[in-house]
């Protein structure tokens, strides 16, 4: 399967016309209607009422963790940030992020976080893997199987499996999808993201 990439009138927006919708995302545009929380008077609030909303009545939510580590079991491994959407509405906040602690609230967000992997809504995670161990390592091995899960690459790799196209990395799929590479949005490093500036952890 070919896909043909045009640039577009605006340099940080592609055109993907052979998906047949003609998109044409702008990063303005997938960063609107994300509700970004860090710990702060009102955040736990606010964050549950987000989360409350999004889940109420999805078909599916996309889920996607940013760690410290690329697996769990490494000392002083720890869930930075946890990101959920509905397709309509989209949440991100830090969890265990070090220039961030939730502190007395930890505990409440933690279990906001099981409620999400426990509720019985398709999980949807772009090489899910990564948050089935994640999740099973840190939140419960019960959250692994509470319901199902759906990998995007998996069926990126399904609708084109060429080795070294870039049609199953997220940012490629992103590009096949929505004629925009959300992995250009963020110019955080991923081998120190505890480090990084949150608001671009958060995106």
């Known amino acids: 399967m070919k896909h043909r990439l045009t640039e577009a009138a605006d340099p940080g927006a592609l055109v993907a016309p052979s998906r ?5 995302h702008t990063p ?4 609107d209607g994300v509700q970004r929380f860090v710990p702060g008077p009102g955040a736990l609030v606010g964050l549950t009422q987000a989360i409350e909303r999004i889940m109420s009545g999805a078909e ?3 889920l996607d963790y940013e760690t410290t580590h690329l697996r769990p079991y490494f000392t002083g491994a720890a869930v930075l940030s946890v990101a959920i959407s509905n397709g309509t509405e989209s949440v991100a906040f830090t969890l265990d992020h070090p220039a961030y602690p939730w502190r007395g609230e930890r505990a ?8 999400i992997l426990l509720a019985n809504i398709p ?11 994640w999740s ?3 939140f419960g091995e019960d959250t692994v199987r509470a319901a199902r899960w759906e990998c995007s690459q998996a069926i990126a790799y399904v609708l084109d499996c060429r080795a070294g196209s870039g049609a199953q990395s997220l940012g490629g ?3 096949q999808e929505f004629g925009l590479d959300i992995k250009q949005l963020s110019s ?3 081998t120190s993201l505890a480090s990084g500036p949150v608001d671009q952890l958060l995106l």
């Open 173 to 175: 799929v992103a590009v």
């Open 123 to 133: 999980k949807v995670a772009h090489n899910a893997k990564f948050e089935l161990e």
């Open 136 to 138: 099973g390592v840190m």
């Open 28 to 31: 303005q545009q997938a960063r």
């Open 60 to 62: 599916a939510v996309g």
């Open 108 to 115: 409440a967000v933690f279990e906001l976080v099981r409620s």
């Open 20 to 24: 047949g919708r003609g998109l044409k």
């Open 188 to 190: 955080v490093n991923i």
